[in-house]
Nanobody, 113 residues
Framework: QVQLVESGGGLVQPGGSLRLSCAAS????????MGWFRQAPGKQREFVALIRSGKSTNYADSVKGRFTISRDNAINTMYLQMNSLKPEDTAVYYCTVVGLDYWGQGTQVTVSS
């Protein structure tokens, strides 16, 4: 069993930045592929980014060049640095252990002037 807790969401103006965190329980964090997904109102949950145990990464085309995923295995935490935010980035952001169906409760990100 893995528990995931997201934090760092909030209200930001277009062009602004936020950093999301995902704290994980357990002793196997370092071997997991971890990911961020998001779900906007009325839309399906969509992939944002993932990071493998070796720290290679993948990004959705919509966030490439603006978002950066990273992890600190020493403290069982994953991050999503979001820059140049757009209104269309507004969503609830979830962290997950890719392939094991563990999800956090989500953190709201709202980009609005």
């Amino acid at each position: 069993q893995v528990q995931l807790v997201e934090s760092g969401g909030g209200l930001v103006q277009p062009g602004g930045s936020l950093r999301l965190s995902c704290a994980a329980s357990g002793s196997s964090f370092s071997i997991y592929t971890m990911g961020w997904f998001r779900q906007a109102p009325g839309k399906q949950r969509e992939f944002v980014a993932l990071i493998r145990s070796g720290k290679s990464t993948n990004y959705a085309d919509s966030v490439k060049g603006r978002f950066t995923i990273s992890r600190d295995n020493a403290i069982n935490t994953m991050y999503l640095q979001m820059n140049s935010l757009k209104p269309e980035d507004t969503a609830v952001y979830y962290c997950t252990v890719v392939g094991l169906d563990y999800w956090g409760q989500g953190t709201q990100v709202t980009v609005s002037s």
